[in-house]
């Protein structure tokens, strides 16, 4: 297991679409134990491929309540897809590319998401709240979306505007949400 490193904005490989994988091989399984170490690492919740420059469909997530001991909910998924989406819910979201920033993004409440486990099993997880909006979240980065480009035009450009003023100061902002 090795630690990679996470990508941040404005690195243009975050806007790259992931491949899907078409074969689970050693390769994606040390993919995957890598993405682990890292989200943990970070610390954070959720993590994609593409975060650390691997054009691939993986992601991995972590939502567990403060009293719960690491690893026991950590999801590895292959290829993720959003089957089914329910209802609306509006979360305050921070993102490991992106430091210092978090803003509300709105998201289905509920989603039923279809994808492949490292021991090439097809599973459905069925999620809400927090892991329904890190599902999202992990699936866009899949996309090279990041929720950047979901919030207004505004919105973007104030935070652009305030990362470059830390950066002139030579500093990043901490957060205390849950980053994806
Ligand atoms: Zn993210």
Redesign the pocket.
């Known amino acids: 297991m090795a630690l990679r490193q996470i990508l941040e904005y404005p690195n243009p490989l975050l806007k790259k679409r992931a491949a899907a994988v078409d074969n689970i091989g050693g390769e994606v399984v040390s993919l995957i134990e890598d993405l682990a170490e890292t989200m943990y690492a970070a610390p954070g919740v959720g993590l994609a491929a593409t975060?650390v420059g691997v054009g691939q469909r993986v992601i991995v997530l972590d939502v567990r309540r403060e009293d719960e001991a690491p690893g026991k909910r950590l999801l590895k998924l292959i290829n993720p897809e959003v089957a089914e989406r329910e209802g609306e819910v509006v979360w305050e979201e921070g993102?490991?590319?992106?430091p210092g920033l978090t803003a509300p993004v709105k998201r289905a409440r509920r989603v039923l998401v279809r994808a492949w486990t490292p021991e090439e099993r097809e599973v459905e997880v069925e999620a809400e709240e927090l892991l329904a909006v890190a599902l999202q979240?992990e699936i866009d980065?899949l996309d090279g979306r990041?929720?950047l480009d979901r919030l207004s035009r505004l919105k973007r450009d104030l935070y652009r505007a305030r990362q470059r003023k830390l950066e002139r100061q030579g500093r990043k902002s901490g957060s205390a949400h849950p980053l994806?």
Do not use: P
């Open positions: 975060q993102c490991l590319s992106v979240h980065h990041l929720f994806l």
